[in-house]
């Protein structure tokens, strides 16, 4: 070998697999019961003397080993087959040949590739009628017709077998990959399910917890660096009052989680009617950050009551903005503005921007995903970010109840 050359990888042998137990023990037993009946001159007929008896040995020897071979060679068996089973027309005939015969044909439509399996009862149908016709024609007999049952016996009719055979088990297979595709997407859809609800609950804990724990810390901060009694004493009292709030709020999720009814989530979920008392603790709480806080309520007399996820929803999100302009907000005015028109319902939350840059506490930002979250899974609009010297939140809901299940 040169240098230029390149060694090339030997061509994969083509091995015949290995035959089944059942085809070895099959093809054995074909082959002695064949000669068994030969040697107690047991004949298909008696009346042809083209060759000695012997001969009738030469097809079944041939046929015979066909057997090992009757699941991986269709077309080997059912050609070498056929050029036996004729050959042995020509003998005194026996009855091994033509059983094992019947069996190739019956694998051949089982084990083939779907062509041949198709094919194959409807060329031995065609085989059966056209045998039938010629023996009728020159026989002229009645006795003449059951030439051709016998060719439907041993053709046509293991083919139809294992052609019907196939198809109940190709049916079968499909009906276990539906079975299991069906199995595969009931967990996929439950996991979704899980996860989605998980989302949810972490977007309740986190509403219903910030606004209080946020509060909190303003104004414990506020006791501990003013050196006065009745700073102090206020403070302390905003923080019993968020503290009981906070306890309450967590006692009613843990109950809807343990007993999830219909009458007590819907006595229990928050709605905009409750934003005047919303806004009236964001003012207690904020007193002491120069924070004034205003609700203008436009909402009006509509047709129709809001679907409780929108109201829900709603109130989730006046809750955070008030919270975050609690923790971020320059001194200022707070204005919270609830629009409903043309079957939509607006939200917007206004709040001075502090010229420095906000402090950030861990878990910081999930809020606003969680007020985008709401928005979106309503099919609604959620935008939120600085415009001037102010911070501006504003969400679009829809405010009809097909708009929501739909």
């Not at 919270?323 to 939200?347: E, I």
Request: with cysteine; net charge neutral; hydrophobic share 45%.
């Amino acid at each position: 070998m040169t240098a230029t050359e390149t060694p090339t990888a030997p061509a994969p042998s083509r091995r015949l697999p290995r035959p089944h137990r059942d085809d070895v023990l099959l093809a054995a037993v074909s082959v002695l019961g064949g000669v068994l009946l030969w040697s107690l001159g047991i004949y298909t007929t008696n009346n042809r003397h083209f060759f000695p008896a012997w001969a009738a040995l030469v097809p079944l020897l041939v046929i015979g080993p066909l057997e090992l071979v009757r699941r991986s060679c269709p077309h080997l068996i059912m050609g070498v087959g056929t050029l036996a089973v004729i050959a042995d027309q020509f003998t005194v005939g026996n009855f091994g040949t033509i059983m094992i015969f019947t069996d190739l044909v019956y694998a051949a439509a089982l084990y083939g590739k779907p062509p041949m399996a198709r094919r194959l009862p409807v060329s031995t149908g065609l085989v059966t009628v056209a045998v039938t016709i010629i023996a009728v024609a020159w026989l002229r007999t009645p006795q003449a017709l059951m030439i051709g049952v016998v060719t439907g016996i041993v053709s046509f009719g293991p083919a139809l077998t294992g052609a019907t055979l196939r198809n109940h088990r190709e049916a079968a297979v499909a009906a276990r990959l539906r079975a299991e595709q069906t199995a595969l997407l009931a967990e996929m859809d439950r996991t979704q399910a899980v996860v989605a609800e998980r989302a949810r609950m972490a977007r309740e804990l986190h509403d219903m917890v910030a606004n209080h724990l946020s509060a909190i810390a303003i104004h414990s901060t506020a006791a501990l660096s003013i050196d006065s009694p009745a700073t102090s004493r206020e403070a302390l009292g905003v923080i019993r009052e968020n503290s009981v709030q906070g306890l309450a709020e967590m006692r009613r999720l843990i109950g809807l989680l343990r007993d999830a009814g219909a009458e007590q989530e819907a006595v229990a979920t928050p709605t905009l009617d409750g934003l005047e008392a919303l806004v009236a603790q964001a003012r207690v709480n904020g007193r002491g950050s120069g924070l004034e806080f205003e609700l203008c309520d436009e909402r009006g007399n509509g047709p129709d009551p809001l679907p409780a996820p929108v109201e829900l929803a709603a109130y989730r999100i006046v809750q955070e903005s008030l919270t975050n302009a609690l923790k971020h907000a320059a001194p200022g005015t707070v204005r919270v503005r609830v629009a409903r028109a043309g079957g939509l319902l607006t939200v917007a939350v206004e709040s001075p921007c502090a010229d420095r840059p906000p402090r950030r506490a861990p878990g910081s930002g999930a809020g606003l995903v969680g007020m985008q979250e709401r928005a979106e899974l309503l099919g609604g609009e959620f935008t939120a970010g600085r415009e001037g010297p102010l911070w501006r939140v504003r969400a679009v809901l829809p405010a009809e109840e097909k708009a929501v299940t739909g």
